[in-house]
């Protein structure tokens, strides 16, 4: 059965790296590859403008992300399949990629992924509290990946798959402006 994921190209290139990582017995390793290709990309703005930008070609691509593969110590699957990712042009999917790759390990694992977007970073405490209720929820355990973006105002949003609650303060106060555009 296939999902949304899987009907757009960083879905279908996940499920292929994924399939060869676990055909190699090396999903772990690949997965962490990809969270630090994540946080680099997340933390420097030249590399996503390398990425997603077309005025750079496929070569500079791969030169680059081979040279950033190197110095990062990426195994060698990761490192062939950022290759193949620059050479055909489908860079600027890597984010999909590895949220897709990132989806299909935690279903292996018997997980579930769930990203929760925050205002402000939550302590340990409320971090635990809330994975802890929503293992309890969801019936099954969640790997959570916090994100802060202050454009939210307050409250929370939690995305699990395709499903999202959306506790935010601006979504309230967007509700709140239509209504009244309404009325």
């Keep these: 059965m296939a999902d949304d994921s899987q009907n757009n190209v960083g879905g279908r290139y996940a499920q ?39 005025v750079f070609d ?42 897709g790759f990132r989806r299909l390990s935690a279903e292996r694992r018997g997980a579930v992924e769930a990203e929760v977007v925050t205002a402000v970073p939550l302590t340990d405490a409320q971090r635990d509290s809330l994975a802890a209720a929503l293992g309890q929820s969801l019936g099954k355990a969640p790997e959570v990946t916090l994100r802060v973006d202050p454009a939210i105002l307050g409250g929370i949003k939690i995305k699990v798959g395709s499903r999202l609650f959306d506790a935010s303060i601006k979504s309230r106060l967007d509700q709140l402006k239509f209504a009244l555009q309404r009325a």
């Design 16 to 54: 292929a790296l994924f399939d060869l990582a676990s055909d190699a017995d090396g999903i772990a390793a690949v997965e962490a590859d990809l969270n630090t290709l994540r946080a680099m990309r997340v933390e420097s703005p030249d590399l996503r403008r390398l990425l997603d930008s077309p």
């Design 58 to 99: 496929a070569a500079d691509r791969s030169r680059a992300l081979n040279a950033l593969a190197e110095r990062a110590g990426f195994q060698p699957l990761t490192r062939k399949f950022l290759g193949l990712l620059a050479a055909n042009r489908r860079t600027s999917s890597l984010p999909q990629v590895i949220a």
